[in-house]
T-cell receptor, first 112, second 117 residues
Framework: SQQGEEDPQALSIQEGENATMNCSYK?????LQWYRQNSGRGLVHLIL?????REKHSGRLRVTLDTSKKSSSLLITASRAADTASYFC????????????FGSGTRLSIRP | NAGVTQTPKFRVLKTGQSMTLLCAQD?????MYWYRQDPGMGLRLIHY???????AKGEVPDGYNVSRLKKQNFLLGLESAAPSQTSVYFC????????????????FGAGSRLTVL
């Protein structure tokens, strides 16, 4: 089974609203990464948070990490139509830092 | 700088045929990965490599073989294709290795869409 599971599977919000996606994982991690995938394209890296960090910001993105609950959240503030995409978390296990495993993803739709 | 290049982009196979997907990266990355993505799902790791001449199994390795004879290339082979292998295949790489100063985040290719009839 996949290391990361995202919630919700799909999210539809109005432009300008904030979007929150959650990721849960099973084993201890070295770091957790979020990626974005536009329809039919490859994935693009958004942000990385290390296991000793609790929160990280990048532009309109805010990522939190709770290692005690083995969960992370990605917040996109002031959403735009161009944010419509699928978002995936990827975990880098502490035991095998080269084996990068993805979650099932959240499909985000921004309504104009 | 092309990044990660996958060939072919599209391929249709009949059940039982064999084929090889080629991934090439020009960033001198140590680690390379092959993932598959099925409709509405995330990426599942097939095989990966942490250096030239080394490969390791991922989450779903059965039915696939890989080779990393050159650092810049990572080949994914299907010896006897099955309809269950119809998918979009993504190759990715990270700097990896000792002394790597780059953030170990994945750079992806554009994907190879494979249909097995």
């Amino acid at each position: 089974s996949q290391q990361g599971e995202e919630d919700p599977q799909a999210l539809s919000i109005q432009e300008g609203e904030n979007a929150t996606m959650n990721c849960s994982y099973k084993t201890s991690i070295n770091n957790l990464q979020w990626y974005r995938q536009n329809s039919g394209r490859g994935l693009v890296h958004l942000i990385l948070i290390r296991s000793n960090e609790r929160e990280k910001h990048s532009g309109r993105l805010r990522v939190t990490l709770d290692t005690s609950k083995k969960s992370s959240s990605l917040l996109i503030t002031a959403s735009r139509a161009a944010d419509t995409a699928s978002y995936f978390c990827a975990t880098v296990p502490y035991s095998s830092a080269s084996k990068i495993i993805f979650g099932s993803g959240t499909r985000l739709s921004i309504r104009p | 700088n092309a990044g990660v290049t996958q060939t072919p982009k599209f391929r249709v196979l009949k059940t039982g045929q064999s084929m090889t997907l080629l991934c090439a990266q020009d960033m001198n990355h140590e680690y390379m990965y092959w993932y598959r993505q099925d409709p509405g799902m995330g990426l599942r790791l097939i095989h990966y490599s942490v250096g030239e001449g080394t490969t390791a199994k991922g989450e779903v390795p059965d039915g696939y073989n890989v080779s990393r004879l050159k650092k810049q290339n990572f080949l994914l082979g299907l010896e006897s294709a099955a309809p269950s292998q119809t998918s979009v295949y993504f190759c990715a790489s990270i700097p990896g290795g000792r002394g790597s100063t780059g953030a170990n985040v994945l750079t992806f290719g554009a994907g190879s869409r494979l249909t097995v009839l």
